[in-house]
């Protein structure tokens, strides 16, 4: 599960990066699919950070690797944000 959450967040990385931002693998349990990611840069401070969890981080993760169920965004200036479906 490793390898493939890291060549899905390849394919997210390039996009953060052209906003100033980017992301960081934190952790992830195999067991309950739950993925633990910090933004950074300018993602980590962004009103739109839901937004980007949401839409865009959590449905690719999702599409990409089985067994995602759930991303936690740790790390965000505003405490701990959860999106969970």
């Known amino acids: 599960m490793h390898e493939q ?16 931002g980017d992301m960081t693998l934190v952790g992830f349990d195999e067991t309950s699919g739950r993925v633990e ?5 300018a993602c980590g401070s962004c009103p739109a950070s839901t937004m980007t969890l949401k839409a865009g981080i959590e449905r690719i993760l ?24």
Request: charged content about 30%; proline content about 4%.
């Open 62 to 85: 999702k599409d990409r690797v089985p067994g995602v169920t759930e991303i936690v965004a740790v790390g965000t200036e505003d405490a701990l944000l959860e999106i969970r479906h």
């Open 5 to 20: 959450l890291m060549e899905a967040i390849e394919v997210i990385r390039p996009a953060l990066q052209a906003d100033g």
């Open 37 to 41: 990611i910090e933004l950074v840069g």
